[in-house]
């Protein structure tokens, strides 16, 4: 996670993100005044602030923001039960705003989801937090559909193997045999080898021999 030292004003700040609908969550609504100023001097539109967590997972379904700030000010646990709840609700990236560095707390906030943080709160921090956040949720998201490619691959492959062994023991033939037995009856059925495999693992066919 990063932050930028920079003090640049909001104008001029070049974005390499399209405006954003951002949900500011903090124990103290009051404190979340200056992080809207700065977020909608930025072009970025703040749909609503949480205090508390039953707040915010209410605010993430009436309003599905496209990421999330929270403050982390005088009640560290409060902050973290925010991110958690944010975290485990919300489509987009979470970033932490801090009032002092604290390695410690950027370590718990990391292990409830949150993608960047922030100090010290000025437009150009804010803006790279919000670019690096983005980025690095695109990142994740494309990782986890792989992953579910990948997992999807695998469980095809132990279907029709599963398959395979049921016919290969009920037609007493070797493996090849019996995975042309669920080939040739898919293509006689217009139906997949996987969707023909899972019904004779569920023994709903046991595809008799020609």
């Known amino acids: 996670m990063d932050s930028t030292t920079t003090?640049?004003?909001?104008?001029g700040i070049?974005?390499?993100?399209?405006?954003?609908r951002v949900l500011a969550a903090n124990e103290d609504?009051?404190?979340?005044?200056?992080?809207?100023?700065?977020?909608?001097?930025?072009?970025?539109?703040?749909?609503?602030?949480?205090?508390?967590?039953?707040?915010a997972a209410r605010a993430i379904a009436e309003e599905e923001p496209d990421?999330?700030?929270?403050?982390?000010?005088?009640?560290e646990e409060h902050a973290l039960g925010l991110m958690t709840e944010i975290s485990s609700y919300a489509s987009g990236p979470v970033i932490a705003l801090l009032e002092v560095e604290d390695p410690g707390l950027v370590?718990?906030?990391?292990?409830?989801?949150?993608?960047?943080?922030v100090r010290p709160l000025e437009p150009a921090t804010v803006q790279g937090a919000i670019e690096v956040a983005v980025r690095r949720h695109a990142d994740a998201e494309r990782l986890e559909e792989k992953v579910d490619q990948l997992e999807t691959a695998l469980e095809r492959r132990a279907t029709i193997e599963r398959a395979k062994g049921i016919l290969m023991e009920r037609h007493d033939v070797d493996e090849r045999?019996?995975?042309?037995?669920?080939?040739?009856?898919?293509r006689r059925h217009s139906a997949k080898v996987v969707d023909v495999a899972r019904s004779?693992?569920?023994?709903r066919a046991l595809l008799p021999r020609d």
């Open 7 to 11: 003090g640049d004003t909001a104008e």
């Open 200 to 203: 004779v693992a569920a023994g």
């Open 29 to 55: 609504r009051a404190a979340l005044a200056e992080l809207r100023r700065v977020l909608e001097a930025l072009g970025h539109e703040v749909s609503a602030l949480a205090v508390s967590p039953d707040e």
């Open 107 to 117: 370590a718990a906030a990391a292990e409830k989801g949150i993608f960047a943080y």
């Open 67 to 75: 990421l999330a700030f929270v403050k982390v000010r005088d009640d």
């Open 177 to 186: 045999a019996a995975f042309e037995l669920l080939r040739d009856h898919a």
């Open 14 to 20: 070049a974005s390499a993100v399209e405006p954003l």
